[in-house]
């Protein structure tokens, strides 16, 4: 059983719609990240939070620490944001900084 | 300025055989990490770099995989008698020494990755 769950797996979305990919985890963190992964592989980090909430662009993201509970928006959604996007977690007790990754939510908005 | 790179960014090779996995690191940044993903799963860590040393390796799958770095900058995956289970695309990224110390933290840079099919 993976510590890092997302949902969705895979979801659907028509262009202009407002999104949300969920991220919990088990134990306590240093760090979570968001990352997005296009089609051809490259990997992009998108934030990096430790606590409340980051914004980019059309992009926020929020943590909840006491939960161990994170949610990445999108607002106004575009088919260029169709990708997979990866929640990951720098667990306290972990030596260095290595991060364990959830399985991923693959979006797909169409125009 | 030049992001991670990786080398090559494809590699077809046989089962049995051995192979090198490169990566170039932004310049300064003194963590490393390799990572692969495998088909249709999800990342997983394999080994981080801090300078040369190599303080975690828990996630290198088999004593058939190795890695080393040198002069604090580009780091060398190596998988001995290759199978195909190690078919993954193996990503390597990197980041900046964190100001805080111990256990402190800067966020990572990914590489596009190596495609490593194993026939």
């Known amino acids: 059983k993976n510590e890092v769950e997302q949902s969705p797996q895979n979801l659907t979305a028509q262009e202009g719609e407002f999104i949300t990919i969920n991220c919990s985890y088990s134990v306590g963190i240093s760090a979570l990240h968001w990352l997005q992964q296009h089609p051809g592989g490259g990997i992009v980090s998108l934030f990096m939070l430790s606590s409340g909430k980051k914004k980019h662009g059309r992009l926020i993201a929020t943590i909840n620490i006491q939960e161990k509970h994170s949610s990445l928006h999108i607002t106004a959604s575009h088919p260029r944001d169709s990708a997979v996007y990866i929640c990951a977690v720098r667990y306290m007790e972990t030596s260095g900084s290595r991060l364990t990754f959830g399985e991923g939510t693959q979006l797909t908005v169409n125009p | 300025g030049a992001g991670v790179s990786q080398s090559p960014s494809n590699k077809v090779t046989e089962k049995g055989k051995d192979v090198e996995l490169r990566c170039d690191p932004i310049s300064g940044h003194t963590a490393l990490y390799w990572y692969r993903q495998s088909l249709g799963q999800g990342l997983e860590f394999l080994i981080y770099?801090?300078?040369?040393?190599?303080?975690?390796k828990s996630g290198l799958p088999s004593d058939r995989f190795s890695a080393e770095r040198t002069g604090g900058s580009v780091s060398t995956l190596t998988i001995q008698r290759t199978q195909q289970e190690d078919s993954a695309v193996y990503l390597c990224a990197s980041s900046t020494p964190a100001r805080g110390g111990e256990g402190s933290y800067n966020e990572q840079f990914f590489g596009p990755g190596t495609r490593l099919t194993v026939l």
């Open positions: 770099f801090q300078g040369n040393s190599a303080p975690d």
